[in-house]
């Protein structure tokens, strides 16, 4: 027996098509504003990471000079400079080159070969610094390491057109950690790291305790010119967004602060000699509390 249409367990009732429309536009009004919350969320997490980036970097390259001159090594923190007479000239200056290209300036009254701090640029900088840290197991290399930072020009992407680099500079350090008594240094050789990108300007100055200013020219320092207690790095760089940032930080060596000269004296006097000695004063002036003012 065929049942009924009008039977009462059977339902004839189902979806209109306007129900279906209504159902289809509140599922697309659900789906689209997902996907924009979706995207939203993945446009300001690639911001954010990118900004986080830039800032990973400049906090890292701080880092890495921080480091570096922390630990300038040189052996007139602890020890006066030989001056030179007619007796000592020879062996003063033998076996080195102390010329303006050289890597050493003479040597300590305890025979310690001198490094020569160098700037030839404002925007460059050759030191001699404890830092080093053997990246080869058994290689010849100690703690000490020449190194040199400077700035070369970067190169913009040809396959980006809204690439903006051109004019920009990348903060580049090299490293010499074997053969470090060479008389001269070949700074071809090295492989550059790139520390920071996208420089506009860089500037190295040094604590002139005389003057008590910061001074871009080393040879203001005179004799003091190797004995560096203080630079100060000022650095302006073009970020992704096309705004200029700068930073401005004062490192410090470890060293703490000797009289040399004073050592010199006292050490003459207890063996009953009376000569000058031939140091440097590299102490900080009275009433200043052995302090570097900024």
Same mark, same amino acid.
């Given at each position: 027996?065929?049942?009924?249409?009008?039977?009462?367990?059977?339902?004839?009732?189902?979806?209109?098509?306007?129900?279906?429309?209504?159902?289809?536009?509140?599922?697309?009004?659900?789906?689209?504003?997902?996907?924009?919350?979706?995207?939203?969320?993945?446009?300001?997490?690639?911001?954010?990471?990118?900004?986080?980036?830039?800032?990973?970097?400049?906090?890292?390259?701080?880092?890495?000079?921080?480091?570096?001159?922390?630990?300038?090594?040189?052996?007139?923190?602890?020890?006066?400079?030989?001056?030179?007479?007619?007796?000592?000239?020879? $062996? @003063?200056? +033998? &076996?080195?080159?102390? #010329? !303006?290209?050289?890597?050493?300036?003479? /040597?300590? %009254?305890?025979?310690?070969?001198?490094?020569?701090?160098?700037?030839?640029?404002?925007?460059?900088?050759?030191?001699?610094?404890?830092?080093?840290?053997?990246?080869?197991?058994?290689?010849?290399?100690?703690?000490?390491?020449?190194?040199?930072?400077?700035?070369?020009?970067?190169?913009?992407?040809?396959?980006?057109?809204?690439?903006?680099?051109?004019?920009?500079?990348?903060?580049?350090?090299? $490293? @010499?950690? +074997? &053969?470090?008594?060479? #008389? !001269?240094?070949?700074?071809?050789?090295? /492989?550059? %790291?790139?520390?920071?990108?996208?420089?506009?300007?860089?500037?190295?100055?040094?604590?002139?305790?005389?003057?008590?200013?910061?001074?871009?020219?080393?040879?203001?320092?005179?004799?003091?010119?190797?004995?560096?207690?203080?630079?100060?790095?000022?650095?302006?760089?073009?970020?992704?967004?096309?705004?200029?940032?700068?930073?401005?930080?004062?490192?410090?060596?470890?060293?703490?602060?000797?009289?040399?000269?004073? &050592?010199?004296?006292?050490?003459?006097?207890?063996?009953?000699?009376?000569?000058?000695?031939?140091?440097?004063?590299?102490?900080?002036?009275?009433?200043?509390?052995?302090?570097?003012?900024?």
């Amino acid at each position: 027996m065929v049942p009924s249409k009008n039977h009462p367990n059977i339902n004839n009732a189902g979806f209109t098509l306007v129900e279906v429309l209504i159902a289809i536009t509140i599922l697309s009004f659900i789906s689209f504003s997902t996907y924009k919350m979706v995207d939203s969320n993945t446009d300001t997490k690639e911001r954010v990471v990118k900004e986080d980036q830039v800032t990973i970097q400049g906090l890292t390259a701080i880092g890495r000079l921080d480091s570096d001159f922390s630990q300038i090594y040189n052996p007139l923190y602890f020890n006066s400079k030989l001056a030179p007479t007619t007796a000592n000239l020879d $062996s @003063i200056y +033998s &076996d080195q080159n102390t #010329s !303006s290209n050289g890597s050493f300036d003479g /040597k300590t %009254q305890n025979g310690s070969l001198i490094p020569q701090f160098k700037s030839e640029e404002k925007s460059s900088i050759v030191f001699l610094t404890l830092a080093n840290r053997r990246k080869i197991y058994n290689s010849k290399e100690s703690r000490f390491a020449w190194v040199k930072y400077s700035l070369t020009p970067m190169e913009p992407d040809p396959e980006n057109p809204d690439d903006n680099s051109s004019g920009l500079f990348n903060l580049i350090r090299q $490293s @010499i950690a +074997s &053969d470090i008594y060479s #008389s !001269s240094l070949d700074w071809q050789k090295p /492989k550059p %790291q790139i520390v920071m990108d996208r420089i506009k300007e860089l500037e190295f100055q040094f604590w002139d305790e005389r003057s008590k200013k910061f001074t871009s020219s080393l040879n203001e320092l005179n004799e003091n010119k190797n004995l560096i207690r203080s630079i100060k790095l000022s650095i302006k760089w073009i970020d992704q967004e096309n705004n200029e940032q700068k930073i401005e930080k004062t490192f410090r060596t470890i060293f703490p602060l000797f009289n040399t000269k004073l &050592d010199e004296l006292a050490i003459k006097a207890a063996a009953g000699q009376s000569d000058q000695p031939g140091g440097l004063d590299n102490s900080a002036p009275p009433n200043t509390g052995g302090t570097i003012e900024d």
